[in-house]
């Protein structure tokens, strides 16, 4: 079964970021249609702080979805562009660069790490304003946060929703991180996946797992979903930590998610789809 979801006609063109060519012909995938409007580019997706539905961290500001993927309307008035966005219970965290409607007391270039505790409509600095972009955040079960910025290859983390930062001790190249349960940090390499059980102090290669590009955990952290090669998406869970293939993605791929439930959510040339579990 598959379900495609349309998104209005300011939300469907997507462009591309990290991954090119066609989907694998495996079902479930999403849709074949390319999309035929200008939408802001999909960083991230994440839960929402009211546990309804999910936000996207996009080019342009933040914008609502619900959980079976119906795309909804900005949130709040601040188009800044979220490279970097996660969630710890009520709290967003986010980094990127300012834009329209953004207040210059966020940074001006940089955005370092702002914080909102409205859902997304207002934000304050907490760090490194105006100094550094976070291109990757993630945020473990505990609450920690993990993330790298663009100057260096350093993993840093903060246990008081961003406001200090320090280096975990490790250094390399990510294209994303996530937390599972257990509290692994798991991250997307140009080498392929490598793994931390030391909090980020060292990584190391996980055997016998597919490379992926975008990765992402479910809300209670219990799922992993990520996108690798030839568009294909692939799954495990804590208690089954086999990687399987879960279907695979139209064209270009910018942001996915699941949900607790196991229903993936994918940003990608059809725009906005669901994935219902299987």
Same mark, same amino acid.
């Given at each position: 079964?598959?379900?495609?979801?349309?998104?209005?006609?300011?939300?469907?063109?997507?462009?591309?970021?990290?991954?090119?060519?066609?989907?694998?012909?495996?079902?479930?995938?999403?849709?074949?249609?390319?999309?035929?409007?200008?939408?802001? #580019?999909?960083?991230?997706?994440?839960?929402? $702080?009211? +546990?309804?539905?999910?936000?996207?961290?996009? #080019?342009?500001?933040?914008?609502?979805?619900?959980?079976?993927?119906?795309?909804?309307?900005?949130?709040?008035?601040?188009?800044?562009?979220?490279?970097?966005?996660?969630? *710890?219970?009520?709290?967003?965290?986010?980094?990127?660069?300012?834009?329209?409607?953004?207040?210059?007391? !966020?940074?001006?270039?940089?955005?370092?790490?702002?914080? %909102?505790? +409205?859902?997304?409509?207002?934000?304050? $600095?907490?760090?490194?304003?105006?100094?550094?972009?976070? #291109?990757?955040?993630?945020?473990?079960?505990?609450?920690?946060?993990?993330?790298?910025?663009?100057?260096?290859?350093?993993?840093?983390?903060?246990?008081?929703?961003?406001?200090?930062?320090?280096?975990?001790?490790?250094?390399?190249? *990510?294209?994303?991180?996530?937390? +599972?349960?257990?509290?692994?940090?798991?991250?997307?390499?140009?080498?392929?996946?490598? *793994?931390?059980?030391?909090?980020?102090?060292?990584?190391?290669?996980?055997?016998?797992?597919?490379?992926?590009?975008?990765?992402?955990?479910?809300?209670?952290?219990?799922?992993?979903?990520?996108?690798?090669?030839?568009?294909?998406?692939?799954?495990?869970?804590? +208690?089954?930590?086999?990687?399987?293939?879960?279907?695979?993605? #139209?064209?270009?791929?910018?942001?996915?998610?699941?949900?607790?439930?196991?229903?993936?959510? *994918?940003?990608?040339?059809?725009?906005? %789809? !669901? !994935? $219902?579990?299987?």
């Amino acid at each position: 079964m598959r379900i495609h979801l349309r998104a209005t006609a300011s939300f469907v063109a997507l462009t591309s970021l990290l991954l090119t060519g066609c989907a694998a012909a495996e079902p479930p995938s999403t849709g074949s249609d390319h999309a035929d409007a200008a939408m802001p #580019h999909v960083h991230t997706i994440v839960p929402a $702080p009211d +546990d309804d539905g999910f936000l996207l961290g996009t #080019h342009e500001g933040l914008y609502a979805a619900t959980t079976d993927g119906q795309l909804g309307s900005r949130v709040g008035s601040y188009g800044f562009d979220a490279m970097g966005l996660t969630a *710890v219970d009520d709290t967003l965290i986010a980094s990127g660069h300012p834009g329209r409607g953004t207040p210059e007391e !966020l940074g001006e270039g940089n955005l370092g790490i702002i914080r %909102s505790s +409205d859902g997304g409509m207002t934000w304050e $600095p907490v760090a490194f304003t105006g100094e550094k972009d976070f #291109h990757v955040l993630t945020a473990g079960p505990d609450g920690t946060l993990y993330g790298q910025e663009t100057g260096d290859g350093l993993i840093l983390a903060s246990t008081d929703l961003g406001a200090t930062w320090a280096p975990t001790g490790a250094t390399l190249l *990510v294209f994303g991180l996530t937390v +599972d349960a257990t509290g692994r940090i798991i991250a997307a390499t140009p080498d392929g996946l490598r *793994v931390s059980t030391d909090r980020g102090a060292t990584f190391g290669p996980v055997p016998d797992t597919p490379s992926l590009f975008v990765i992402a955990s479910s809300p209670n952290h219990e799922r992993l979903i990520g996108v690798g090669t030839k568009g294909a998406i692939w799954s495990s869970t804590t +208690d089954d930590p086999v990687w399987r293939s879960a279907g695979s993605v #139209h064209g270009t791929v910018q942001a996915i998610t699941v949900t607790d439930a196991g229903d993936i959510l *994918v940003v990608d040339d059809s725009g906005l %789809s !669901l !994935l $219902p579990a299987t």
